[in-house]
T-cell receptor
């Protein structure tokens, strides 16, 4: 049972355009969401996060949007650069719900290719 | 380098052998996590330590797996009687326990069981 779903295995975007990566979740206990970026042969690198008390969080070229009613979040990268080419993972956690779990639940990832 | 470090980076072993991996977290972080990642999947949680106490274990952590964090600093993950299905990337992460408690990952140990 996949609690965090990234339905697009891959995405290709032209340099300078917007990249939009999507993520859906099913567990209503999740209240904290993170995006990680992963290059081959390296561990995931933390990119940006959002808690359920917000619907948007911005950090430079990266913005994450959260739609709690739809249980959907998205990562926007503007403008996209060739160095952004990597696998992006969406992760979720029940941080505030009092469930006491510290684990992150990850999606399967979306491979982003930014074409020069 | 003050990030999470893991050793070895690669390990090839024969089925039935025991292997041990080490993780050194970011120095001020009291929380440490182990995850496993197989091809085409996201990382899957294995276990969590707060200081030296192991507080959470996944059902993925069979009795052939054992993790320790004896002094609340580095951690080891041992797999006994390895099987081909254990071939994966083993990732360690640490967090401070403060604020939003983001987890920061190490480069991983790639295990291949032949």
């Amino acid at each position: 049972d996949q609690q965090v779903k990234q339905n697009s295995p891959s995405l290709s975007v032209q340099e300078g355009r917007i990249s939009i990566l999507n993520c859906d979740y099913t567990n209503s206990m999740f209240d904290y969401f993170l995006w990680y970026k992963k290059y081959p042969a390296e561990g995931p690198t933390f990119l940006i996060s959002i808690s359920s008390i917000k619907d948007k969080n911005e950090d430079g070229r990266f913005t994450v949007f959260l739609n709690k009613s739809a249980k959907h979040l998205s990562l926007h990268i503007v403008p996209s650069q060739p160095g952004d080419s990597a696998v992006y993972f969406c992760a979720a956690r029940a941080l505030y719900s009092g469930a006491g779990s510290y684990q992150l639940t990850f999606g399967k990832g979306t491979k982003l290719s930014v074409i020069p | 380098d003050t990030g999470v470090s893991q050793n070895p980076r690669h390990k090839i072993t024969k089925r039935g052998q025991n292997v041990t991996f080490r993780c050194d977290p970011i120095s001020e972080h009291n929380r440490l996590y182990w995850y496993r990642q197989t091809l085409g999947q996201g990382p899957e949680f294995l276990t969590y330590f707060q200081n030296e106490a192991q507080l959470e274990k996944s059902r993925l952590l069979s009795d052939r797996f054992s993790a320790e964090r004896p002094k609340g600093s580095f951690s080891t993950l041992e797999i006994q009687r390895t099987e081909q299905g254990d071939s994966a990337m083993y990732l360690c992460a640490s967090s401070s326990g403060q604020g939003l408690d983001e987890q920061y990952f190490g480069p991983g140990t790639r295990l291949t069981v032949t």
